[in-house]
C-alpha cells in the first residue's frame, strides 16, 4: 500500500509542472514523500518513487522560485504603474 501512496506522491509532484501555480501540489509531494520515507514497511521500489517525489517537487518549487526572482524588478514596476 506504500508504493502506491510513493506513486501518487511522484504523480502529484510531476503535475506540479502541468499548471502554473502548482506550489501547493509540490509542496504536498514532498510532505507525502517525507511521510513514507518514515515507514518502516516502504518496499526498495516505493522508497525510490517516494526519494523521486521529493525530488521533483523541490526542483518545481526552485524554478518557480527562480523565475519570481528574475520577474520582481518587471512585477514591481506593473505594481508601481497599477498604482497611480
Not at 514523500?33 to 521500489?45: C, H, N, Y
Amino acid at each position: 500500500m506504500s508504493t502506491k501512496f510513493a506513486a501518487a506522491a511522484l504523480v502529484l509532484a510531476a503535475l506540479s509542472f502541468v499548471h502554473l501555480f502548482g506550489v501547493e501540489k509540490a509542496s504536498l509531494a514532498i510532505v507525502l514523500g517525507v511521510m513514507l520515507l518514515k515507514d518502516p514497511a516502504l518496499t526498495p521500489r516505493g522508497q525510490g518513487l517516494a526519494k523521486a517525489a521529493i525530488i521533483t517537487g523541490l526542483a518545481y518549487l526552485l524554478v518557480v522560485t527562480g523565475v519570481f526572482l528574475y520577474h520582481m524588478p518587471a512585477l514591481n514596476s506593473l505594481a508601481q504603474k497599477l498604482a497611480k
